[in-house]
């Protein structure tokens, strides 16, 4: 009788285990495992109670009435893992649409969820292919402008076969570089000699400037690198003691749209050149930038 009793007592907990659990599943799907170990404990436990004979629910049976009933327990919980600060929950939290994918039919609810994880993996990417198609049309842009913005330009003096000079003069002068090499963007006037800035961004500047004279005229190569008419760097070579003055300079500036950059040559000083081109005037953008 005790073991009836107690039989009794453990079908109505478990019954009403079940009752909770099967609630709980019309929310968020467990899996069929769970409920099988449900109906079968308590199947077991039905059958031995159908016929109360004395001693029919032996300690064997009892014991893995008990160890089903464990089992479904252990089972029908959430998944943990254990860290060092206390189980942490691994199972994802419900989804909303999930109700409504499985609401036509539970069984098919495992496929439901694959349909899902498949719609969510094509919206991921798609996300991801609209991603890259704007950085691509932000790097075709990008490309554009520096192929439009491209400038650069290298002159020299002349390209006379014997040699010619340019000066001496009694006031300073700008040096016209007649002969082009390059002129990328149309930005050197030969004419003038000035460059004039096209897009505002960083640019090298180089310069050289030669001269040569008999022994016994005065002799002096001086110039200097100019923007909007004010010096940036001098070119001056005023030893006297051979026939032949150079010197060179090459800078890095941040320029404005709309400046100026020339070679002036200054009074008294002269510069020579032929097809050697010794006298060169080049400049060429680095990147473009508004600000230094």
């Not at 998944?79 to 989804?95: I, K």
């Not at 798609?126 to 290298?154: D, W």
Request: with cysteine; net charge neutral; glycine share 6%.
């Amino acid at each position: 009788m005790k073991k009836s009793i107690l039989a009794h007592e453990v079908l109505k907990a478990v019954r009403r285990d079940v009752k909770d659990k099967e609630e709980q599943r019309q929310t968020v799907n467990k899996g069929g495992a769970t409920q099988q170990i449900y109906i079968l404990c308590s199947c077991l436990i039905g059958e031995h109670l159908s016929s109360p004979s004395e001693g029919s629910l032996s300690l064997a049976n009892m014991k893995a009435i008990v160890l089903l009933c464990l089992l479904h327990a252990v089972f029908g919980q959430e998944q943990t893992q254990f860290s060092w600060y206390g189980p942490v929950l691994t199972t994802p939290p419900a989804d909303p649409n999930l109700n409504i994918m499985c609401s036509n039919d539970q069984a098919e609810c495992g496929c439901c969820l694959m349909k899902k994880q498949m719609a969510r993996m094509e919206e991921l990417f798609n996300m991801t292919v609209k991603g890259m198609s704007q950085h691509l049309m932000h790097s075709k842009m990008t490309l554009n402008n520096i192929k439009n913005n491209r400038t650069a330009f290298s002159v020299a003096l002349n390209n006379e076969r014997s040699l010619t000079c340019f000066g001496p003069f009694s006031d300073d002068r700008g040096v016209p570089f007649k002969h082009v090499f390059l002129n990328l963007g149309n930005s050197y006037n030969v004419q003038t000699g000035i460059f004039t800035v096209p897009y505002s961004g960083v640019y090298n500047l180089a310069a050289t400037v030669y001269s040569r004279s008999p022994v016994d005229l005065p002799q002096a190569s001086c110039a200097l690198l100019q923007l909007n008419g004010v010096a940036v760097a001098p070119l001056v070579e005023k030893n006297g003691l051979d026939s032949e003055d150079s010197n060179t300079v090459v800078v890095v500036k941040h320029l404005k749209a709309g400046d100026q950059v020339s070679v002036n040559l200054q009074k008294g000083c002269n510069i020579c050149d032929d097809t050697t081109h010794y006298n060169t005037f080049t400049g060429f953008m680095l990147y473009a930038a508004e600000k230094a």
